[in-house]
């Protein structure tokens, strides 16, 4: 059995509360008699999982959610207020490259500096200097007090030295966001040739597609909380489909149902899939059954459209457009299903909104949705998958 470089057991942690200068007194008492004080903002919840030697792990989830305190905590920065956390090997932390430098002093030395604080020996810093400072690339500067360096040469520098280090566990917290874009895929490829000769990841990001591109498994914490977990895709796409779902619901962009509806749709279904808000594997078919109602006898016109979780449209149809008219069944209403043998749609949040038009086709009397979900294992982009082929002279 491999044991995991990296193992959390059960961890939370808690800030204690805020107190006023007359509280301070019972909150020591408190820190005192049980060990924490009462109260407090709770940022992690029973956080439990392992990294094994060669996995790449990506941490995701909203602003707030707790990525950042995890990986704290992780490398020590932080302590936790519950559970148990057990690490194996070297380890090198990107949280905030350049934090450990002191500005009054050269790139150079901060250099030398740096790479013994990750345990080089200085014999092992010459051999590897002129490595260091071709991937800094930032010529005669290494010279100069840190302090007159721009952002993207702090980043530089200090990416430079733990790639020099090679560590088992690399754990890294947006750091790829920083830098110009040529510097950005100077990381890339250092990071999958690290991973390729297996070097273990553990990193938080807000870019799905890097997050797909580096890790074979993702973590999605909300509130503090473990949301879900497994493979890369299944996790980021769930969470890419709830975040359109929420900033729908924000802005607003779902119609509301006009009062003293004349035709209306009823019901809306998916045929033949379990549940009333399926998953879809790309390219597989769905089938729309829809009930309509009208109030003089007149066939409605249905209008169906698909549309991302975030309101984007992406293609309708309506009865009419294709020569159809509906025909009443014996209860009064009007059934039709609209079939889609093949939804080449890219993995996902989508709905499917159904509006009930008048006979002429003017007007929307009701409009109804239902929320499916896209899945598959694919790094295309856009909304939808297009046949194509590569080709070469």
């Known amino acids: 059995m491999t044991v995991p470089l990296l193992k959390l057991e059960g961890v939370s942690k808690v800030y204690p509360p805020t107190v006023q200068a007359g509280q301070r007194f019972r909150a020591f008492l408190q820190l005192l008699w049980r060990g924490s004080a009462s109260g407090g903002t709770g940022v992690l919840e029973d956080i439990s999982f392992e990294v094994?030697?060669?996995?790449?792990?990506?941490?995701?989830?909203?602003n707030g959610a707790g990525k950042s305190t995890l990986l704290?905590?992780?490398?020590?920065?932080?302590?936790?207020?519950?559970?148990?956390?057990?690490?194996?090997?070297?380890t090198a932390a990107l949280l905030e490259l350049g934090a450990g430098f002191d500005v009054e002093y050269s790139g150079l030395n901060n250099l030398h500096m740096n790479a013994a604080f990750l345990g080089l020996s200085p014999e092992q810093v010459e051999e590897r200097l002129d490595?260091?400072?071709a991937f800094a690339d930032i010529g005669d500067s290494i010279h100069e007090p840190v302090k007159h360096y721009s952002s993207g040469m702090v980043v530089r520098l200090g990416f430079a030295v733990v790639a020099a280090v090679r560590p088992d566990l690399l754990i890294t917290d947006e750091v790829l966001a920083v830098g110009d874009e040529s510097f950005q895929k100077k990381c890339i490829r250092w990071i999958e040739n690290y991973l390729a000769d297996g070097g273990t990841l553990l990193m938080v990001s807000h870019n799905m597609y890097q997050v797909q591109k580096l890790c074979r498994h993702a973590i999605w914490l909300d509130g503090g909380q473990v949301r879900a977990s497994?493979?890369?895709?299944?996790?980021?796409?769930?969470?890419?489909?709830?975040?359109?779902?929420?900033?729908?619901?924000?802005?607003?962009?779902?119609?509301?149902?006009?009062?003293?509806?004349?035709?209306?749709?009823?019901?809306?279904?998916?045929?033949g899939q379990e549940s009333a808000s399926p998953v879809l594997?790309?390219?597989?078919?769905?089938?729309?059954?829809?009930?309509?109602?009208?109030?003089?006898?007149?066939?409605?016109?249905?209008?169906?459209?698909?549309?991302r979780a975030d309101g984007?449209?992406?293609?309708?149809?309506?009865?009419?457009?294709?020569?159809?008219?509906?025909?009443?069944?014996?209860?009064?209403?009007?059934?039709?299903?609209?079939?889609?043998?093949?939804?080449?749609?890219?993995?996902?949040?989508y709905a499917v909104r159904a509006h009930a038009l008048d006979p002429e086709g003017l007007r929307v009397h009701d409009t109804t949705e239902q929320e499916f979900t896209v899945s598959g294992r694919t790094r295309e982009l856009g909304m939808v998958?297009?046949?194509?082929?590569?080709?070469?002279?």
């Open 52 to 62: 094994p030697k060669g996995e790449s792990m990506a941490v995701i989830g909203g």
């Open 131 to 133: 490595d260091i400072l």
């Open 281 to 307: 594997e790309i390219g597989q078919s769905l089938t729309v059954g829809l009930r309509l109602r009208s109030p003089d006898g007149r066939p409605p016109v249905v209008l169906v459209g698909l549309v």
């Open 312 to 349: 984007t449209p992406v293609y309708g149809v309506a009865s009419d457009h294709d020569g159809l008219e509906l025909v009443v069944g014996d209860n009064g209403d009007y059934e039709v299903e609209l079939h889609f043998p093949s939804l080449n749609l890219l993995p996902g949040g």
């Open 72 to 90: 704290k905590i992780v490398t020590g920065v932080l302590a936790p207020t519950a559970g148990v956390i057990e690490s194996r090997g070297t």
């Open 385 to 393: 998958r297009l046949e194509h082929e590569w080709r070469q002279s």
């Open 230 to 271: 497994g493979d890369v895709f299944d996790v980021t796409q769930s969470y890419l489909a709830w975040h359109e779902r929420k900033d729908a619901a924000e802005t607003d962009v779902r119609q509301q149902r006009e009062s003293g509806t004349l035709y209306r749709v009823t019901a809306m279904e998916f045929p």
